[in-house]
């Protein structure tokens, strides 16, 4: 199992950034799969979550109405779109698939 993030960087307050996670070495229509983030000092925390089929999704109420998970079944990717940022937003952004697959993890920074 690789899962391998991608899109991170720096962005002022109100910005938008995509995040991509790309993923092999499993059958990925079969897993819903999840975006957490850890900001400095703080634990991870579960962001977003999109079914194995796409049709259902869930948020943290941190980010409700500004972020939207979505995937490609066909490409093996996972997205997340994120809007309306804010400095709060910072951190390290990780896929996830269950039992305990993590991706590398992309820097997010919300900065003026």
């Known amino acids: 199992v690789q899962l391998v993030e991608s899109g991170g960087g720096l962005v002022q307050p109100g910005g938008s950034l995509r995040l991509s996670c790309a993923a092999s070495?499993?059958?990925?229509?079969?897993?819903?799969m999840s975006w957490y983030r850890q900001a400095p000092g703080k634990e991870r925390e579960l962001v977003a979550t999109?079914?194995?089929?796409?049709?259902?999704?869930n948020y943290a109420d941190s980010v409700k109405g500004r972020f939207s998970v979505s995937r490609d079944n066909i490409k093996k990717t996972v997205y997340l779109e994120m809007n309306s940022l804010k400095p709060e937003d910072t951190a390290v952004y990780y896929c996830?698939?269950?039992?305990?697959?993590w991706g590398q993890g992309t820097q997010v920074t919300v900065s003026s």
């Open positions: 996830y698939r269950r039992s305990g697959y």
């Open positions: 070495g499993f059958t990925f229509r079969l897993y819903d």
């Open positions: 999109v079914s194995s089929g796409g049709g259902n999704t």
